[in-house]
Nanobody, 121 residues
Framework: QVQVVESGGGLVQAGESLRLSCAAS????????MGWYRQAPGKQRDLVAT???????VYADFVKGRFTISRDNAKNTVYLQMNSLKPEDTAVYYC???????????????WGKGTQVTVSS
């Protein structure tokens, strides 16, 4: 069993910052890519940023220069530092981890339940 749990969401004003955290736990052998996605009401889930175990990152254009993804491999944790937040960043933010479990023999995606980020104007 693998659990992925996000934390750090909340209500902020435009221009402020938030830091999201996501921790994976359970029967984990190793984790490859970890990432953040977001879904606003009535819209599809979009990629925000991903990071490989080696530290290579990918960002959506709409967050470049404002958001920074990082991870702590020893803690199976990924972070998303969000600066200069805008009302259009309001969404549920989901964490994803590609996990190799002790008994599966292959990498499988696991999702958290999401954390709400609301940015007021």
């Amino acid at each position: 069993q693998v659990q992925v749990v996000e934390s750090g969401g909340g209500l902020v004003q435009a221009g402020e910052s938030l830091r999201l955290s996501c921790a994976a736990s359970g029967t984990i052998h190793s984790i490859n890519t970890m990432g953040w996605y977001r879904q606003a009401p009535g819209k599809q889930r979009d990629l925000v940023a991903t990071i490989t175990r080696g530290g290579s990152t990918v960002y959506a254009d709409f967050v470049k220069g404002r958001f920074t993804i990082s991870r702590d491999n020893a803690k199976n944790t990924v972070y998303l530092q969000m600066n200069s937040l805008k009302p259009e960043d309001t969404a549920v933010y989901y964490c994803n981890a590609d996990v190799l479990t002790i008994d599966s023999g292959r990498y499988l995606p696991y999702w958290g339940k999401g954390t709400q980020v609301t940015v007021s104007s």
